[in-house]
């Protein structure tokens, strides 16, 4: 007799950024959910037991940087208020290809926007 596994309902937990939307499948005995990442807004598919165990918390679009969407809006408008690159990475300790890249990721979720209206 196989073992049975218990899968509880994941829907609207926190898990580092990621927020389980809908189970979405099973892969060889492994179920997969659908997860919103609050980091970027971006989806996801994410194993279960990654989940529970903690080994993903982020999309891998967003496993390298360093602010979010709200952080890298207020980079960008402080950027554009005149500051330059290393008093803002100063001001947040980090070097300046990270503002560099939340400048960009500002830039980029501004324009997605645009298209979407």
């Not at 952080?71 to 690159?85: A, N, V």
């Not at 290809?97 to 400048?103: L, R, S």
């Amino acid at each position: 007799m196989g073992k049975c596994k218990k899968h509880y309902d994941l829907k609207g937990k926190r898990f580092g950024y990621l927020i389980p939307l809908r189970r979405v499948s099973k892969e060889n005995e492994i179920t997969v959910w659908k997860c919103r990442c609050e980091f970027c807004g971006n989806t996801t598919n994410v194993r279960y037991t990654n989940l529970l165990s903690g080994n993903t918390k982020r999309c891998q679009k967003c496993k390298g940087r360093k602010f979010d969407i709200k952080q890298s809006k207020k980079i960008l408008k402080e950027k554009e208020s005149g500051m330059t690159l290393v008093k803002l990475a100063e001001k947040y300790n980090v070097s300046r290809y990270a503002i560099t890249n939340a400048i960009m990721f500002a830039q980029s979720q501004l324009s997605k926007k645009e298209k979407d209206v």
